[in-house]
């Protein structure tokens, strides 16, 4: 069975700072690998997927992220964190199956931003 | 606006009284997705349903019932079974395209809270 792992719980990175969120991941083939983000209270937003192609992939609010398939990994990347990318981020994985699409998540990183 | 909406947003409930949290969507998306979450464990899969009339159990049923009788209607019903139903309860759901994989898109939650 697949599983995702998100090693950091808590991040706290500076206003204009760089961040880093990391995403392992375990499977057996050729993962669909997603990012999430959620803020208090609120739904899910899906800030980027990697289905296939090109390994750096481009998400909305000026993140990206890598897919390393020799290290099981996914991390998350932000050049400049802004105040308002305080919240809390989601790695998954997802599953084609019989049964249709399925997704594992990670336990989450919450991200606190210093001004 | 096409979107997912969940009711009621907070939910307080005795203990011992079964209660159903309500998910519609109108993206006209085939599959519907019922996830718990927990602090610090990341969403975990309660039920899943790929066609209207049809639902299977994801990885924590136990204690949860599910109908599908409309294609835009997903309720969740937590039982008395369920032996510590405190949590945010995410509705998501996403087209079925031709066997490919597509994401997940998900409603805003519902706070369950059980006195």
């Known amino acids: 069975a697949q599983s995702v792992t998100q090693p950091d719980i808590h991040i706290t990175v500076s206003e204009g700072a760089s961040l880093e969120l990391r995403c392992n991941y375990s499977y057996g083939a050729t993962p669909y690998l997603f990012w999430y983000v959620q803020s208090p209270g609120q739904g899910l937003q899906l800030l980027l997927k990697?289905?296939?192609?090109?390994?750096l992939v481009q998400g909305i609010k000026g993140f990206e992220a890598e897919f390393k398939r020799s290290q099981s990994s996914f991390n998350l990347r932000k050049p400049s964190v802004h105040w308002s990318d305080a919240a809390e981020y989601f790695c998954a994985v997802g599953v084609l199956g019989a049964a249709g699409n399925k997704l594992t998540f990670g336990g989450g990183t919450r991200v606190l931003v210093k001004p | 606006d096409g979107g997912i909406t969940q009711s009621p947003k907070y939910l307080f409930r005795k203990e011992g009284q079964n209660v159903t949290l309500s998910c519609e969507q109108n993206?006209?998306?085939?599959?519907m997705y019922w996830y718990r979450q927990d602090p610090g464990q990341g969403l975990r899969l309660i039920y899943y349903s790929q066609i209207v009339n049809d639902f299977q159990k994801g990885d924590i049923a136990e204690g949860y019932s599910v109908s599908r009788e409309k294609k835009e209607s997903f309720p969740l019903t937590v039982t008395s079974a369920q032996k510590n139903p405190t949590a945010f309860y995410l509705c998501a759901s996403t087209p079925r395209r031709g066997g490919r994989y597509n994401e997940q898109f998900f409603g805003p939650g519902t706070r369950l809270t059980v006195l």
């Open positions: 993206l006209n998306h085939d599959a």
């Open positions: 990697y289905f296939s192609g090109d390994t």
